[in-house]
């Protein structure tokens, strides 16, 4: 059964850093490209960062990019999401996912990923 494991939220002032992990499961992590997303209170779910399966090709959010990182561990099946200069808009519980058929254009969209873990809380005070 594959499981996507988040950890690392929490709540941290506005301005500040955090570093999201999420453990995978997967046989073949460096098969699967990886995302994540955020849903804040009474808001959609959208995309916020995604990294190939290779690591040399990433996407952010507008919102996001220039303040956050994503990267990868394929020896520890992990994927990360560096967090700075985190601002109170920022808070949503952040979501890992794991996709594997779609093209890089496309990995900004939910319906790329097969398998999703339960969220982290992220909450950043003004």
């Known amino acids: 059964q594959v499981q996507l494991v988040e950890s690392g939220g929490g709540l941290v002032q506005a301005g500040g850093s955090l570093r999201l992990s999420c453990a995978a499961s997967?046989?073949?992590?460096?098969?699967?490209?990886m995302g994540w997303f955020r849903q804040a209170p009474g808001k959609e779910r959208e995309s916020v960062a995604a990294?190939?399966?290779?690591?040399?090709?990433?996407y952010y959010a507008d919102s996001v990019k220039g303040r956050f990182t994503i990267s990868r561990d394929d020896a520890k099946n992990t994927v990360y999401l560096r967090m700075n200069s985190l601002k109170p808009e920022d808070t949503a519980v952040y979501y890992c996912?794991?996709?594997?058929?779609?093209?890089?254009?496309?990995?900004?969209?939910?319906?790329?990923?097969?398998?999703w873990g339960q969220g982290t809380q992220v909450t950043v005070s003004s």
């Open positions: 996912a794991a996709g594997r058929y779609y093209s890089p254009t496309e990995y900004g969209k939910e319906q790329a990923y097969n398998y």
């Open positions: 997967l046989r073949t992590f460096s098969g699967y490209f």
């Open positions: 990294i190939s399966r290779s690591g040399d090709y990433t």
